[in-house]
């Protein structure tokens, strides 16, 4: 499948998804009743960047080809070899794992902690560049503790007391 294919899909995708997040921003409560502007609404600024997503996503889906005819390498180079994919999986399904499963269910400290030692972990460890040299388990595992307690409290920090943002 040549790269203009893939923008074509990834655009329709996309388009898909903004013209989705547009429809839903506009059912949602509007306030009018309680004399709110339509500035005050809920769903305005959902609503905006669903908007600019479809408009993003059509310009990618519907832009020409290049005249020469010629792929771009880009998504050969990125996604191309079988340890870029490996990466790329992990790193969704890690995100995921976080804002679907821990966030929300366990405390805020120990969800961040385990994202970030498991995200170290998995990149420093298991999927690790060839061209970089192994390093031992045990300082990995130090290092990613080490990143994962001060990313929780600085998180935490920050959300709470600068930001006033009560977390789960």
């Not at 080809?65 to 880009?74: F, L, Q, V």
């Not at 999986?89 to 400290?109: C, D, H, I, K, M």
């Not at 460890?125 to 001060?150: C, F």
Request: with cysteine; net charge positive; proline share 5%.
């Amino acid at each position: 499948m040549t790269n203009h294919a893939l923008d074509r899909i990834s655009g329709l995708v996309l388009c898909g998804l903004g013209l989705f997040v547009v429809f839903g921003a506009w059912s949602m409560p509007r306030f009018e009743a309680q004399g709110a502007s339509i500035y005050q609404a809920p769903g305005l600024t959902p609503a905006l960047l669903g908007a600019a997503l479809a408009l993003c996503g059509a310009l990618l889906a519907f832009r020409k080809a290049r005249a020469d005819g010629k792929s771009h390498s880009y998504w050969d180079a990125i996604a191309g070899t079988p340890q870029n994919r490996k990466r790329a999986l992990a790193a969704l399904a890690l995100t995921l794992s976080y804002g679907a499963v821990l966030f929300g269910n366990v405390p805020f400290l120990l969800a961040t902690f385990l994202f970030v030692f498991g995200f170290v972990i998995t990149f420093e460890h298991w999927l690790r560049p060839e061209e970089r040299a192994p390093r031992h388990i045990g300082k990995t595992i130090g290092i990613a503790s080490l990143l994962g307690i001060s990313t929780a409290f600085l998180c935490q920090y920050l959300f709470q007391t600068l930001f006033l943002v009560q977390l789960p």
